[in-house]
């Protein structure tokens, strides 16, 4: 894992941000695994303006999102699509068509999920896959307990989740307690992943994913094993972690490293 730690949430998102300018200038049509929540709403802030000041195109990029409730049809204001469209889509030159989020209307569930994993394998995989963190330590909607390797599929969602995810629901509203998420081996088959925490209240999450057991217990550990996870996150975040300041000093070292490769070029 690389772990970058910054002074706050807008280095973060700008760091994060990079991270998919660089990879769809390097690679056009770029296939990117997005998600929802708070976290990567400034991440998606920062795309926005790159595209409008014509820094970055999306016209060849394809995208798939991580996780929709189960029950809500992408018009629906609280699904993760309309969400995308409000905090990303519309407002960039990506085209619509290509545009995955897992239907959350679906007929059968069970034979969506798989369509949607044939999906991404079609498209070459998943380049980069953007992450946030539930403070159960979930990725997507992998709740706690998870399996590992599991595939796309229909979760529960823990009641810390959806107490979490209450604040975006008016009071009497339905709030759906299933979900179709990729699943943990999804996430992991990603060529990329880079995972942002912002806040004290990640600050636990955060440790027991970095230098906590591989566990299903903590399914965002999982990341330990993939060759290429980026973590991202501020002071608060990393607070909890045995010991920041060799965090710092690895990546201080690994950005020396990067500009002597850049130099031999
Ligand atoms: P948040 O959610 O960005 O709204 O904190 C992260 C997550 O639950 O994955």
């Known amino acids: 894992m690389q772990i970058v730690i ?3 949430a807008a280095q973060v998102a700008e760091y994060g941000a990079n991270i998919f300018i660089e990879q769809i200038k390097n690679k056009a049509n770029s296939v990117i695994g997005l998600a929802t929540g708070s976290t990567p ?50 407002h960039i030159d990506i085209d619509v068509n290509n545009t995955h989020v897992p239907p ?3 007929k059968n569930p069970l034979t969506a999920c798989n369509a949607y994993e044939d999906k991404i394998t079609k498209a070459g995989g998943i380049d980069v896959q953007l992450l946030g963190i539930g403070r159960n330590a979930h990725i997507g909607f992998n709740e706690p307990s998870s399996g590992l390797t599991s595939r796309t599929r229909v979760k529960t969602l823990t009641q ?32 990329k992943v880079v995972l942002l925490a912002t806040g004290e209240g990640k600050a636990d999450a955060i440790k027991d994913m970095v230098e906590g057991p591989l566990a299903a ?3 965002a550990s999982a990341l330990q094993l993939h060759r290429d996870a980026v973590i991202v996150i501020d002071e608060a975040a990393a607070s909890k972690l045995a010991d920041t300041e060799f965090y710092k000093h690895i990546e201080a070292e690994n950005q020396k490293l990067i500009a002597h490769l850049a130099n031999l070029k």
């Not at 802030?45 to 049809?73: H, P, R």
């Not at 959806?162 to 604040?167: G, V």
């Open 41 to 90: 709403v400034a991440l998606y802030q920062e795309l926005i303006k790159k595209n409008q000041q014509n820094k970055v195109s999306f016209a060849d990029v394809t995208s798939f999102n991580l996780d929709e409730y189960l029950g809500l049809k992408g018009d629906h204001p609280q699904s993760y699509r309309h969400f995308m469209g409000e905090q990303l889509f519309n």
């Open 160 to 191: 810390a989740t959806i107490d979490d995810n209450a604040r975006f629901f008016a009071e009497d509203e339905y709030q759906p307690h299933l979900s179709i998420t990729m699943g943990i081996g999804t996430i992991l088959d990603s060529k």
């Open 104 to 106: 959350g209307d679906a």
């Open 217 to 219: 217990i903590c399914p």
């Open 6 to 8: 910054l002074k706050d």
